[in-house]
């Protein structure tokens, strides 16, 4: 998820008073804390600032992907004694 958060990062810090800015940010803290987000607000976005989210919404969905196999890997291990 570090490229699309650099991305998002970049783009608050050249758009800092910004809805999208806002809107990106409020995002990036509901997937980190597993926090509600009405995403009906990116339909409100313009064109960059919604593929920057997108491409967040894709990155997090790897990641928890990638974690749940390895949590899994690790739970299929037998026990140590």
């Known amino acids: 998820m570090a490229n ?3 991305n998002i990062a970049r783009f608050i810090r050249k758009n800092p008073d910004g ?3 806002s809107d990106l940010r409020d995002l990036c803290m509901a ?3 597993s926090a509600s987000f009405d995403l009906g607000c990116l339909y409100q976005l ?3 600032p ?3 989210a997108i491409d967040l ?3 997090w969905r790897f990641d928890r992907h990638v974690f749940e196999r390895r ?3 690790y739970l299929d291990e037998p026990a140590e004694e």
């Open 4 to 6: 699309a958060v650099k």
């Open 19 to 21: 809805k999208a800015a």
């Open 31 to 33: 997937l980190e804390s």
């Open 46 to 48: 313009d064109k960059k």
């Open 50 to 52: 919604f593929e920057l």
């Open 57 to 59: 919404l894709e990155e």
């Open 71 to 73: 949590l899994q890997k």
